[in-house]
């Protein structure tokens, strides 16, 4: 008996090692309003500015998780992904795991409202050149610099 629960607990270790070291796809967004300004989320755990975004669910694809996940954050609705701004993996770009962020700009549309309660504390839409100066969420600033600067990022 402690023999099979032994080797069930090793077994269980390893599928947990393969499952857990390796990263997490998610997604970021940059959200274009009609009249251009950029949508950014303060983030409720760091109270940081932020793109909206999040993890892609199992089943589910990049296209589909920008579209949950802006309404999830930002009650707006994806008209159109406009393009690719990069993709972003260092290890320490998010600090609670090791995670590949997929970062599009897109085309928006509707009414601003916080749905997910427990990530985001605020909304708010700015022009380029008034985008908040402190240290924004993750690695948030350079993605939207490498946005801002046109580029096409594999970082």
Request: charge should be negative; proline fraction near 6%.
């Amino acid at each position: 008996m402690i023999k099979s629960t032994r080797s069930l607990w090793r077994i269980g270790q390893a599928i947990l090692g393969i499952i857990f070291r390796h990263p997490i796809t998610g997604t970021s967004i940059i959200p274009i309003l009609p009249d251009g300004r950029i949508v950014l989320i303060r983030r409720s755990d760091d109270g940081r500015w932020a793109l909206p975004g999040g993890m892609v669910d199992w089943g589910e694809d990049v296209p589909s998780a920008v579209r949950r996940e802006l309404m999830e954050e930002t009650g707006l609705e994806l008209v159109k992904i406009r393009r690719l701004v990069g993709v972003y993996s260092a290890p320490d770009r998010d600090p609670r795991i090791h995670s590949i962020c997929i970062v599009v700009e897109a085309d928006v549309q509707g009414a601003m409202e916080i749905l997910d309660t427990l990530e985001v504390t605020e909304i708010q839409a700015f022009s380029a050149n008034s985008l908040p100066k402190p240290q924004m969420s993750h690695d948030h600033n350079r993605q939207l610099q490498d946005y801002l600067n046109g580029l096409t990022t594999l970082a």
